[in-house]
């Protein structure tokens, strides 16, 4: 059976699934998925070089924002 964004197993009644994905280089980029919809990903142009952040109510699963940040340049 598939599960929600792609993980090996379903999880608890009450909790949310997610999974994210470091990027490799400039060969692969990171992705997050949650609740089965990726919401950065490299096909979504809303990835960037450092920590990609995504902010998400943990009561309603609502996406609130997104955001890089590079750690390179500072």
Known sequence: PR???G?????PQNYFAFKIISGAANVVG???CFEDM???SS???NIGRG???A???GTTGKLLKTD??????G
């Open 30 to 32: 990171p992705s997050i």
């Open 7 to 11: 993980n090996q197993k379903s999880c």
């Open 51 to 53: 920590l990609n952040i």
């Open 3 to 5: 599960h929600k964004c």
């Open 43 to 45: 096909v979504k142009n």
């Open 38 to 40: 990726v919401l950065m």
């Open 68 to 73: 890089a940040f590079d750690m390179y340049s």
């Open 55 to 57: 902010l998400v109510n």
